[in-house]
């Protein structure tokens, strides 16, 4: 990547020269993917943030002594929501939920032609599939692939390819993708149809009716608005005065 702009622009050149060293050779544990299962967001903390200050503190600022005490109400409400043996018990999340627009997505993923590398092991399955407009994956490639990348231009390359981890029969939600939905919500387009094509699970109806390359209606009423800069045309009355 610096040859490309080496002859160009020296300002980019020292960029990539500190992201090198900075990011890739100093602290390389930055992108999004290094762990799984973890938060690549904020949203939930900052959702949790606001029910402690409308619900707990009532944004007002209090001293060290009644922080602790409401701070210990407030751990102790949730600790009683949460409690499964409750009827009303607010559980925790223990697998993805698959939409209905999942499934579309991941039954029209299946009508592409892509050739996809299963290498099994004892207790699940790892496959590897040509990303974007790529349809197989050499042998030359795959060994390239495993192997940990030092430059920027091998963490480009990295994105040509997907790997999936599919666990076994019932356990099959749980597993892992290294694609940006994946990181995003714990669950793939990738996944599910593999789940399908193992028969882990049964795509419902609805979601083979849908023709290839149109999308499912979001939920909600459609906006009335146009998106930012775009005009939009009003059905307005004018009187022509002529003077």
């Excluded at 050499?138 to 981890?165: P, V």
């Excluded at 793939?188 to 083979?208: D, E, G, S």
Aim: one cysteine or more; charged letters at 25%.
């Amino acid at each position: 990547m610096e040859y490309e702009y080496e002859a160009k622009n020296q300002t980019i050149l020292n960029f990539l020269n500190y992201f090198d060293s900075e990011w890739l050779k100093s602290h390389n544990g930055w992108y999004e993917g290094l762990q799984l299962y973890t938060p690549s967001t904020n949203n939930a903390l900052e959702a949790t943030d606001k029910t402690i200050k409308d619900d707990g503190t009532f944004r007002e600022r209090h001293v060290l002594s009644r922080f602790l005490t409401i701070s210990s109400n407030i751990i102790h409400n949730w600790s009683i929501e949460r409690d499964p043996s409750l009827a009303n018990a607010r559980i925790f999340a223990t697998e993805p939920t698959i939409s209905l627009q999942l499934w579309t997505s991941s039954y029209q993923w299946a009508k592409s032609i892509k050739d996809v590398i299963c290498i099994p092991n004892d207790s699940s399955k790892m496959y590897y599939i040509p990303a974007c407009d790529l349809k197989s994956i050499t042998r030359a490639e795959l060994i390239k692939y495993n192997k940990k990348w030092t430059t920027f231009g091998q963490f480009k390359e990295s994105f040509d390819i997907w790997c999936m981890e599919i666990q076994n029969d019932s356990h099959w939600k749980t597993s892992k993708c290294n694609c940006s939905a994946f990181l995003k919500n714990y669950i793939c387009k990738h996944i599910v149809r593999m789940a399908t094509r193992l028969k882990y699970c049964k795509p419902p109806a609805a979601a083979k009716t849908v023709p290839i390359g149109r999308k499912t209606k979001k939920k909600g009423s459609p906006a009335k608005v146009e998106t930012a800069l775009l005009i939009q045309w009003f059905n307005f009355h004018f009187s022509l005065i002529i003077l």
